[in-house]
Structures are given as structure tokens and as C-alpha cells.
């Protein structure tokens, strides 16, 4: 299994651009999540997702649009890139939710300028 | 809603030393624990959990973390650290009602000099 994989790792982005951010899991598991890091920060919830077709509004959901059309897939939609939106982030997913633990994908290091 | 208070920011220590990293959560009712790691350049990966049972957990490379209810505490512990252990840690708290979204502490940045 490669588990949980992100593209791009990096990127570049000016002010006013969008793009999307993807994430792909083959554990088939249900529950989804994206969240952002800032340097000296902890994970912060953008969105996260408990079956395909199903989204919810994280912790810092402003600025970001998700989608889940099948269970491997949650990619996460930057509109209108502003500089607060620099910030590494983290896709990962989970069997169940609770007691089952979050797998990680190795990141997307945005810098919005 | 629930949160997580990780007290050290930066922890500098010499091979063979031992390791206490605390982590405080605040929510009154039933959690579910858990200790992240993140090695250079690597992804976040479970190094131990906390759902029922023993207080006690062990996890992976001699890592083991106490759950203290009264104290809502999960500190992590190591006797002895290796160089190999510089990484940043991070504690995560869950609860059953919520959809398994983690909330996370800060992070600590473990730095071991060989």
C-alpha cells in the first residue's frame, strides 16, 4: 500500500490564484481530514470527511473548498490564494474514527505570495 | 470543545538522557489519547495510543505514556534517548462524538545531541 499521497509537495502561488491540493489514501478508509501547520504551530482542521459524498467544515475552513466523490480521493481547493494561507499541509485518513489512528500524507508546502 | 496544551516548545538533551514531555488536554468526558512524531523530513506517524485499559501505553522505540484522568494528562516518556529520536512530537486528543477530528497541542521539537 502507498497509504496516503499528496501532490504537489511544494508550490508557489500568487495572490489571487487558486489550485487545488490532492489527496489520495488506498486503505479504503472512510474518515478523511485536511489540516494546515504553521511554523511553530500545531494541526489545524480545515475539513475533513466521513464517507464519500459527505464534508464537514473543520476548525479554519475559510478560504477552502473540499470535495469527496469516492473514498480514495479528498482534494482540497484553495480560491483566491492570500498570504495567510502559506502553511504546510497535512491530508490524512482513518479506518474509524476515535480509537483508530490518523495516517499522514508527507505534506504540501504552499508559499502564497 | 476540546484542547491541548503541550508545555515544552523546545527540548534539548544529550544521548542517553532521559525524556518527559508533557501534555495536558481539557474536556470532561471520555478521550481517546495519542502521541504523533514527525522525523526530519518525514510524515507524522502514531508512535502510541490511549482509548481504555492500562494507563499505561507503550509504543514504539521504548516510548511509553502515562494517562493520569485526574490530572488530564498524557505525558510521554523515554529512559534513555537516542540521536535518532530529534523529531518533533506532537499529543492528540479525540473524543467518541466527534467524527474522530483530532484536536492537536503545539508541538514539541526534540532536539538530542549526540
Known amino acids: 500500500n502507498a497509504g496516503v499521497t499528496q501532490t504537489p509537495k511544494f508550490r508557489i502561488l500568487k495572490i489571487g490564484q487558486s489550485m487545488t491540493l490532492q489527496c489520495t489514501q488506498d486503505?479504503?478508509?472512510?474518515?478523511m481530514y485536511w489540516y494546515r501547520q504553521d511554523p511553530g504551530m500545531g494541526l489545524k482542521l480545515i475539513y475533513y470527511?466521513?464517507?464519500?459524498?459527505?464534508?464537514d467544515k473543520g476548525e479554519v475552513p475559510n478560504g477552502y473548498n473540499v470535495s469527496r466523490s469516492t473514498t480514495e480521493d479528498f482534494p482540497l481547493r484553495l480560491e483566491l490564494a492570500a498570504p495567510s494561507q502559506t502553511s504546510v499541509y497535512f491530508c490524512?485518513?482513518?479506518?474509524?474514527?476515535?480509537?483508530?489512528?490518523?495516517?499522514f500524507g508527507p505534506g504540501t508546502r504552499l508559499t502564497v505570495t | 470543545a476540546q484542547s491541548v496544551s503541550q508545555h515544552n516548545h523546545h527540548v534539548i538533551l544529550s544521548e542517553a538522557a532521559s525524556l518527559e514531555l508533557g501534555c495536558n488536554y481539557s474536556?470532561?468526558?471520555?478521550?481517546?489519547l495519542f502521541w504523533y512524531v514527525q522525523y526530519p523530513g518525514q510524515h507524522l506517524q502514531l508512535l502510541l495510543k490511549?482509548?481504555?485499559?492500562?494507563?499505561l501505553v507503550k509504543g514504539i522505540k521504548g516510548f511509553e505514556a502515562e494517562f493520569i484522568k485526574s490530572k488530564f494528562s498524557f505525558n510521554l516518556r523515554k529512559p534513555s534517548v537516542q540521536w535518532s529520536d530529534t523529531a518533533e512530537y506532537f499529543c492528540?486528543?479525540?473524543?467518541?462524538?466527534?467524527?474522530?477530528?483530532?484536536?492537536f497541542g503545539d508541538g514539541t521539537t526534540l532536539t538530542v545531541k549526540p
Open positions: 490524512a485518513s482513518s479506518y474509524l474514527a476515535t480509537t483508530y489512528e490518523q495516517y
Open positions: 486503505m479504503n478508509h472512510n474518515y
Open positions: 470527511s466521513v464517507g464519500a459524498g459527505i464534508t
Open positions: 474536556y470532561g468526558g471520555t478521550v481517546n
Open positions: 490511549y482509548f481504555s485499559g492500562d494507563p
Open positions: 492528540a486528543v479525540n473524543v467518541d462524538t466527534n467524527a474522530g477530528k483530532s484536536t
